[in-house]
């Protein structure tokens, strides 16, 4: 079963761009979509109160697809993104990023993610310091061109130190970047059942649990069920 996922929210994309974005994918991937799924609300909740979203994960099953335009559409928040994309995992469903071309999948390698994960990270802290500086203000670093390869290593275990030898550059320089970026306390905070595996080439040999599943499971033991 393939999904098309529409979120229609204050601030995103409209639901005909979406739509549009989509159907293009599908046509050019030549992918049919069997059934298409929308999400309306009124204000921009926190994962914790998309009941319907939960359930709709919930239920996926081996072998569906999850299309969606944007991974924003999923949530625009990392820390929520990273439990979706584990739940995602979990099931092992395909889910493709039409925007920025990404299929996530237990094949796709971790530092293939952690960009995105990372830009969503940026953007947040962006909209906590807009006062007083101009939108987008945000400058570029020299290091933002081993950014990819920073983060496998930090995945790996590596510290800062023997990054930076390894790079040949500032110890100091590169503690700055990493901080500034947000980069370590996302690598450290996503998967964190599976962080040291960025090596493998899939998550063939790891058992991922469903976040929202897991959770359910303690209300219900709590509960006495």
Not at 8 to 16: D, G, K, N, R, Y
Not at 46 to 65: A, C, H, P, T, Y
Request: with cysteine; proline share 2%.
């Amino acid at each position: 079963m393939t999904y098309a996922y529409i979120r229609q929210v204050p601030e995103f994309p409209a639901l005909t761009v979406q739509k549009r974005d989509i159907l293009a994918f599908s046509l050019q991937k030549e992918i049919n979509i069997d059934k298409e799924v929308v999400e309306y609300a009124s204000k921009n909740l926190i994962l914790d109160k998309r009941e319907e979203f939960d359930q709709f994960l919930q239920s996926m099953k081996v072998g569906n697809m999850i299309i969606v335009s944007d991974l924003m559409v999923l949530s625009d928040r990392a820390e929520e993104l990273i439990k979706v994309i584990t739940c995602v995992l979990s099931h092992e469903v395909d889910l493709h990023i039409v925007n920025s071309g990404l299929l996530i999948n237990k094949d796709t390698k971790m530092e293939n993610i952690f960009p995105l994960l990372n830009k969503l990270r940026t953007q947040e802290k962006e909209k906590t310091t807009q006062i007083g500086r101009p939108k987008g203000s945000k400058s570029t670093s020299k290091f933002d061109v081993y950014q990819g390869e920073v983060i496998s290593l930090l995945s790996e275990g590596r510290s800062v130190s023997a990054i930076a030898r390894e790079l040949e550059v500032s110890r100091s320089s590169l503690k700055d970047y990493i901080e500034s970026r947000g980069i370590k306390e996302l690598v450290q905070s996503a998967w964190q059942q599976v962080q040291n595996i960025s090596h493998i080439t899939g998550l063939d040999n790891v058992v991922l649990i469903c976040p929202f599943e897991e959770a359910q499971r303690l209300k219900d033991l709590a509960k006495g069920l």
